[in-house]
């Protein structure tokens, strides 16, 4: 049986007796059970529409975030420059706006370029030059900090003040921001890309076993490159629409790291256990932001939300070990030992 074959097993992929298992549904009924126990503790503030839209819309764009890790993740790297890449991306496109007297729609297409190039130069790093994605990718967020500074002039840039770039994501459908519409093709367009097509099959068979998997004929690094492309380019689209969504900032991107990779490891526990997928991951955004926004009506803390994601993330990180030890463990250590480049000639 080939490499490809037992992925496709291993991953879900064969047939499989579905259940409502605690052990795949567990953050939906938290989620349920958050719901219930603020909606009792704090009547007036948490069970209202005027919640729901807004943890919705304050989701969308860590959602995205969380997404563009997740793409790599399955293919067993690490992209740590996500946050960054979305801070240039979005600071770059304010720039060309307000400096530069560009159309939203150019300044758009700049940003997420951009993106595009953030991710050709972390490939040509990880599989050329054999440095693991993990060091690769967290330089390269060192880098594009340092890049802000100088495209921003190391100032805050004042929003645009153009009505069609607020538009563009604060243009309400049926009650929410459109920013959250975005988020679901979003991830309906990875969930087809990592499920149904050979892409997928290929991106989880290297995250599995990349040795097998090259021996199986799967060119590993042409898909480390798509993998780490994917992610710059989602994440430089997420920055954009931060940007247009709450106003330009110079620290938005590292506030959103931790969030998507702890929703990334917890979704990998969810719905498909073992293996990092859109809708689980999707699910562990809004468990989270549920749990943070009730205990923040409840206590009026300013530090729940960094509290709980880290939490969060070593939680989920420890259940997705202890469901599939050897899965998860061989990914991580693939991630944190040398790259695809090496492990391929």
Same mark, same amino acid.
């Given at each position: 049986?080939?490499?490809?074959?037992? *992925?496709? /097993?291993?991953?879900?992929? =064969?047939? +499989?007796?579905? %259940?409502?298992?605690?052990?795949?549904?567990? =953050?939906?009924?938290?989620?349920?059970?958050?719901?219930?126990?603020?909606?009792?503790?704090?009547?007036? &503030?948490?069970?209202?529409?005027?919640?729901?839209?807004?943890?919705?819309?304050?989701?969308?764009?860590?959602?995205?975030?969380?997404?563009?890790?997740?793409?790599?993740?399955?293919?067993?790297?690490?992209?740590?420059?996500?946050?960054?890449?979305?801070?240039?991306?979005?600071?770059?496109?304010?720039?060309?706006?307000?400096?530069?007297?560009?159309? $939203?729609?150019?300044?758009?297409?700049?940003?997420?370029?951009?993106?595009?190039?953030?991710?050709?130069?972390?490939?040509?790093?990880?599989?050329?030059?054999?440095? !693991?994605?993990?060091?690769?990718?967290?330089?390269? =967020?060192?880098?594009?900090?340092?890049? &802000?500074?100088?495209?921003?002039?190391?100032?805050?840039?004042?929003?645009?003040? *153009?009505?069609? #770039? *607020?538009?563009?994501?604060?243009?309400? $459908?049926?009650?929410?921001?459109?920013?959250?519409?975005?988020?679901?093709?979003?991830?309906?367009?990875? #969930? #087809?890309?990592?499920?149904?097509?050979?892409?997928?099959?290929?991106?989880?068979?290297?995250?599995? !076993?990349? &040795?097998?998997? +090259?021996?199986?004929?799967?060119?590993?690094? +042409?898909?480390?490159?798509?993998?780490?492309?994917?992610?710059?380019?989602?994440?430089?689209?997420?920055?954009?629409?931060?940007?247009?969504?709450? @106003?330009?900032?110079?620290?938005? @991107?590292?506030?959103?790291?931790?969030?998507?990779?702890?929703?990334?490891?917890?979704?990998?526990?969810?719905?498909?256990?073992?293996?990092?997928? $859109?809708?689980?991951?999707?699910?562990?955004?809004?468990?989270?932001?549920?749990?943070?926004?009730?205990?923040?009506?409840?206590?009026?803390?300013? #530090?729940? !939300?960094?509290?709980? !994601?880290?939490?969060?993330?070593?939680?989920?990180?420890?259940?997705? /070990?202890?469901?599939?030890? %050897?899965?998860?463990? =061989?990914?991580?250590?693939?991630?944190?030992? +040398?790259?695809?480049?090496?492990?391929?000639?």
């Amino acid at each position: 049986m080939s490499v490809l074959n037992q *992925s496709a /097993i291993a991953t879900g992929s =064969g047939a +499989r007796k579905f %259940s409502f298992g605690f052990d795949r549904f567990s =953050g939906l009924y938290l989620w349920a059970l958050f719901i219930a126990v603020f909606s009792i503790w704090t009547p007036s &503030e948490f069970p209202t529409t005027a919640t729901l839209h807004s943890v919705a819309a304050q989701q969308a764009v860590t959602g995205m975030i969380a997404l563009a890790v997740l793409v790599p993740l399955a293919a067993g790297l690490y992209d740590l420059s996500v946050g960054a890449t979305a801070n240039v991306a979005g600071i770059l496109s304010v720039v060309l706006m307000n400096n530069h007297h560009w159309a $939203v729609g150019p300044a758009i297409v700049a940003g997420v370029a951009v993106g595009v190039a953030i991710g050709a130069v972390n490939a040509l790093v990880v599989v050329k030059l054999g440095v !693991n994605s993990f060091i690769a990718t967290l330089g390269m =967020g060192s880098i594009l900090a340092a890049v &802000e500074v100088i495209v921003s002039s190391n100032s805050q840039p004042i929003p645009p003040s *153009s009505v069609v #770039w *607020s538009n563009v994501t604060q243009t309400t $459908v049926f009650g929410f921001q459109i920013v959250v519409l975005y988020l679901v093709i979003l991830a309906v367009v990875l #969930w #087809w890309l990592l499920a149904h097509t050979p892409v997928g099959r290929y991106l989880y068979a290297i995250g599995g !076993n990349a &040795e097998a998997a +090259r021996l199986s004929g799967v060119r590993i690094n +042409r898909y480390t490159t798509v993998a780490l492309l994917i992610s710059s380019t989602v994440a430089a689209l997420a920055g954009v629409l931060f940007s247009s969504l709450n @106003g330009p900032s110079l620290d938005f @991107g590292s506030t959103l790291l931790l969030p998507a990779f702890a929703a990334a490891f917890l979704g990998s526990t969810q719905l498909l256990p073992g293996r990092f997928n $859109v809708w689980g991951t999707l699910l562990a955004i809004y468990v989270l932001a549920t749990g943070v926004q009730g205990l923040e009506l409840v206590s009026g803390a300013s #530090w729940l !939300n960094d509290m709980f !994601n880290g939490c969060a993330l070593i939680i989920a990180v420890s259940l997705s /070990i202890q469901r599939t030890p %050897s899965g998860l463990i =061989g990914r991580i250590k693939a991630a944190l030992g +040398r790259g695809p480049a090496n492990r391929q000639k």
